[in-house]
C-alpha cells in the first residue's frame, strides 16, 4: 500500500462558522473537484465541525470541565450534526468523481481522558488498498475516564498520520499559514513560510487562539495536537483552502503559499 498523504479540511473552510449548522457548498465542492483533478488516489481526508460541531459542544460542556451528565445529553446531538456534515462533504466528493467513504471515529476509536487510547484502523487500511478515499472527522467518543469525549480532527489527522506511516500532512485552512500574530486582529502579522518543531514553543502565544467559537484552541491547538506526527518525521504544509487551486498544488507537491513544519 502507498503511503498515503492525510489532509484536514478545517471546519472554517467548509461551513459558515458565523451560522449554525451551515455548510459552505461552494467550497466543499470545489475542493472535491481539487482533489479528483491531482490525481491523488492515496489520499485520507478528516474534516472539521465548524457550525454544525463547535456550538453543540459549548452548549452541552464539552469547551471545559462541563458536568458529566449534561455531555452525555449531547452525544447523540452532536454525532448526529457531525454525520450530516460528513455526509455532504462526502456527497460531493462523490459528485467530483472521487471514490470516497465516510468513516464514524465514534465506532473505531476509544479515548482516555481526551486522548486516543485505541483507533481501530485496519477498515481504513482496507478502503487505501482498494483506491477508496476514507473520509473522518472530529467526533464524539466513548472515553475511559469520562464517559464522553470530543476527540478532535487534528488529533485523528496525527494520530493516522503515524499509523499510516504517512510523508506528508496537508492542513486546509481559512488563513495563509502560521502567522507571527494573529493575522484577523493584527495587519502587520507576517506569515511564518517555514519552521522547525524545536522553533515552535517560542511563538506558541504569538500564534494565538481562534477568534471564532472553537473548542479546539485555535490555531496553537491545532499545531499542538500534530506534534506526534512532526516528531515523527511527518511534515505538517499548512495552507489557506479556502483560495482555488492552494489545494490542488499542495497535493500535487507544487508551490504553493503556506507555511512548512518539519521535524528538528
Same mark, same amino acid.
Given at each position: 500500500?502507498?503511503?498515503?498523504?492525510?489532509?484536514?479540511?478545517?471546519?472554517?473552510?467548509?461551513?459558515?462558522?458565523?451560522?449554525?449548522?451551515?455548510?459552505?457548498?461552494?467550497?466543499?465542492?470545489?475542493?472535491?473537484?481539487?482533489?479528483?483533478?491531482?490525481?491523488?488516489?492515496?489520499?485520507?481526508?478528516?474534516?472539521?465541525?465548524?457550525?454544525?460541531?463547535?456550538?453543540?459542544?459549548?452548549?452541552?460542556?464539552?469547551?471545559?470541565?462541563?458536568?458529566?451528565?449534561?455531555?452525555?445529553?449531547?452525544?447523540?446531538?452532536?454525532?448526529?450534526?457531525?454525520?450530516?456534515?460528513?455526509?455532504?462533504?462526502?456527497?460531493?466528493?462523490?459528485?467530483?468523481?472521487?471514490?470516497?467513504?465516510?468513516?464514524?471515529?465514534?465506532?473505531?476509536?476509544?479515548?482516555?481522558?481526551?486522548?486516543?487510547?485505541?483507533?481501530?484502523?485496519?477498515?481504513?487500511?482496507?478502503?487505501?488498498?482498494?483506491?477508496?478515499?476514507?473520509?473522518?472527522?472530529?467526533?464524539?467518543?466513548?472515553?475511559?475516564?469520562?464517559?464522553?469525549?470530543?476527540?478532535?480532527?487534528?488529533?485523528?489527522?496525527?494520530?493516522?498520520?503515524?499509523?499510516?506511516?504517512?510523508?506528508?500532512?496537508?492542513?486546509?485552512?481559512?488563513?495563509?499559514?502560521?502567522y507571527t500574530r494573529d493575522p484577523k486582529l493584527y495587519p502587520d502579522?507576517?506569515?511564518?513560510?517555514?519552521?522547525?518543531?524545536?522553533?515552535?514553543?517560542?511563538?506558541?502565544?504569538?500564534?494565538?487562539?481562534? $477568534? *471564532?467559537? =472553537?473548542?479546539?484552541?485555535?490555531?496553537?491547538?491545532?499545531?499542538?495536537? @500534530?506534534?506526534?506526527? +512532526?516528531? %515523527? #518525521?511527518?511534515?505538517?504544509?499548512?495552507?489557506?483552502? $479556502? *483560495?482555488? =487551486?492552494?489545494?490542488?498544488?499542495?497535493?500535487?507537491?507544487?508551490?504553493? @503559499?503556506?507555511?512548512? +513544519?518539519? %521535524? #528538528?
Amino acid at each position: 500500500m502507498k503511503k498515503p498523504v492525510v489532509l484536514k479540511l478545517g471546519g472554517s473552510v467548509i461551513t459558515d462558522k458565523s451560522r449554525e449548522f451551515t455548510p459552505n457548498l461552494t467550497n466543499i465542492s470545489r475542493l472535491a473537484k481539487e482533489i479528483y483533478r491531482s490525481g491523488l488516489n492515496s489520499l485520507v481526508l478528516v474534516h472539521g465541525g465548524g457550525s454544525y460541531g463547535h456550538p453543540l459542544a459549548f452548549k452541552y460542556g464539552f469547551s471545559g470541565e462541563g458536568v458529566e451528565e449534561r455531555r452525555v445529553e449531547g452525544v447523540s446531538e452532536i454525532h448526529l450534526a457531525m454525520s450530516r456534515l460528513n455526509n455532504i462533504v462526502t456527497e460531493e466528493m462523490i459528485k467530483a468523481g472521487v471514490k470516497a467513504v465516510g468513516v464514524h471515529p465514534s465506532s473505531c476509536i476509544v479515548a482516555r481522558s481526551g486522548k486516543i487510547e485505541l483507533f481501530e484502523d485496519e477498515p481504513i487500511k482496507g478502503m487505501l488498498r482498494c483506491g477508496l478515499i476514507p473520509i473522518l472527522f472530529g467526533d464524539v467518543v466513548f472515553d475511559l475516564e469520562r464517559r464522553f469525549t470530543i476527540i478532535s480532527g487534528d488529533q485523528i489527522v496525527s494520530t493516522l498520520a503515524v499509523k499510516l506511516n504517512s510523508p506528508q500532512i496537508i492542513i486546509g485552512t481559512d488563513v495563509d499559514g502560521l502567522y507571527t500574530r494573529d493575522p484577523k486582529l493584527y495587519p502587520d502579522a507576517k506569515l511564518i513560510r517555514f519552521i522547525r518543531l524545536s522553533e515552535l514553543e517560542e511563538i506558541r502565544e504569538s500564534i494565538g487562539e481562534s $477568534t *471564532v467559537t =472553537d473548542v479546539t484552541m485555535g490555531m496553537y491547538g491545532k499545531v499542538n495536537e @500534530l506534534l506526534p506526527a +512532526i516528531e %515523527r #518525521g511527518v511534515t505538517v504544509k499548512v495552507i489557506n483552502a $479556502t *483560495v482555488p =487551486d492552494r489545494l490542488f498544488k499542495a497535493l500535487k507537491n507544487m508551490e504553493v @503559499l503556506g507555511t512548512v +513544519i518539519v %521535524r #528538528g
